[in-house]
């Protein structure tokens, strides 16, 4: 069906920058919400980073400022720009996405398989 491949993880420096990637591959008519989520060690999953199909954007208060979420419609590729990150942002980050679906037609939430990202300090 569909499938959100994420890239871009890794260990960064306390100030320091990364840039995470999600691709959607297989067959859908159209991506309406695109985000990113988070989940750190012992806490629950958050949200991070929304835009719409139409350019909206939400973003937790914690990383208004530092972070920047933007997608690539024609390569149905979203991107999160984080910079000044810090030790709190360590977490697995996830890709979120609302697809419409083809054969059968549906609604679904589809999630990507997660991608660590450490911050030392």
């Known amino acids: 069906q569909v499938q959100l491949v994420e890239y871009g993880g890794g260990l960064v420096q306390a100030g320091g920058s990364l840039r995470l990637s999600c691709t959607a591959s297989?067959?859908?008519?159209?991506?309406?919400?695109m985000g990113w989520y988070r989940q750190a060690p012992g806490k629950q999953r958050e949200l991070v980073a929304t835009i719409t199909n139409g350019g909206s954007i939400n973003y937790a208060d914690s990383v208004k400022g530092r972070f920047t979420i933007s997608r690539d419609n024609a390569k149905n590729t979203e991107y999160l720009q984080m910079n000044s990150l810090a030790v709190e942002d360590t977490a697995v980050y996830y890709c979120?996405?609302?697809?419409?679906?083809?054969?059968?037609?549906?609604?679904?939430?589809?999630w990507g398989q997660g991608t660590l990202v450490t911050v030392s300090s």
């Open positions: 979120n996405a609302a697809v419409l679906t083809i054969a059968p037609l549906r609604n679904l939430e589809v």
């Open positions: 297989g067959r859908f008519f159209s991506i309406n919400t």
